[in-house]
């Protein structure tokens, strides 16, 4: 049974534009989320994070909502760069991050220029 | 300059044979983790150790060891009971389990 869940494997959006990525969850135990960003054949790097204490985070051009009620939450990306095309996973633990952690399937955004 | 280091970048062994992936970090982080990832996937744990001398299972430890005898190593040995070994290894590091864990560069494994 899949845990966290991101519904669409891709993305493709125009250089400047908004790029939004979904991610949903079931186990309602988890508590801290987290996205990564993975080009191909490297190792996936820590992109931000969100406690479930917190409904929005934000860092630079990425932000991160959180909606607990719909166990939803979802990546913006503004603007988008051409730089920004990779897999995007969604992960989640629970018990304040020492749990393991759960990821989903990932999506492909691709930036066009 | 602080990081973690996997090696080799890839990976050919036949059949059979067991192979190990190595993993070194000097972040001077106390977990480590290996995770594996397939076409289409998203990443699987294998195995994890929260502190030296100790790990725990993942979701897919079958055919799988490893070990945990300094803060900075943690190798990953593909024994041959390892039914599909072909895939993506990704090694990780926190400083403590309850904080992010940041990713090595990855072992593509080809098992022929």
């Known amino acids: 049974d899949q845990q966290v869940k991101q519904n669409s494997p891709s993305l493709s959006v125009q250089e400047g534009r908004i790029s939004i990525l979904n991610c949903d969850y079931t186990?309602?135990?988890?508590?801290?989320f987290l996205w990564y960003k993975k080009y191909p054949a490297e190792g996936p790097t820590f992109l931000i994070s969100?406690?479930?204490?917190?409904d929005k985070n934000e860092d630079g051009r990425f932000t991160v909502f959180l909606n607990k009620s719909a166990k939803h939450l979802s990546l913006h990306i503004v603007p988008s760069q051409p730089g920004d095309s990779a897999v995007y996973f969604c992960?989640?633990?629970?018990?304040?991050?020492?749990?393991?952690?759960?990821f989903g399937k990932g999506m492909k955004l691709t930036v066009n220029p | 300059d602080g990081g973690i280091t996997q090696s080799p970048k890839y990976l050919f062994r036949k059949e059979g044979q067991n192979v190990t992936l190595s993993c070194e970090q000097n972040?001077?982080?106390?977990?480590m983790y290996w995770y594996r990832q397939d076409p289409g996937q998203g990443l699987r744990l294998i195995y994890y150790?929260?502190?030296?001398?100790?790990?725990q299972k993942g979701d897919i430890a079958e055919g799988y060891s490893v070990s945990r005898e300094k803060k900075e190593s943690f190798p990953l040995t593909v024994t041959s009971a390892q039914k599909n070994p072909t895939a993506f290894y990704l090694c990780?590091?926190?400083?403590?389990?309850?904080?992010?864990?940041?990713f090595g560069p990855g072992t593509r494994l080809t098992v022929l």
């Open positions: 990780a590091s926190s400083i403590g389990d309850r904080d992010t864990q940041y």
């Open positions: 186990n309602s135990m988890f508590d801290y």
């Open positions: 969100i406690s479930s204490i917190k």
């Open positions: 992960a989640a633990s629970g018990k304040g991050g020492s749990e393991k952690l759960v």
């Open positions: 972040l001077n982080h106390d977990a």
């Open positions: 150790s929260q502190i030296v001398n100790d790990f």
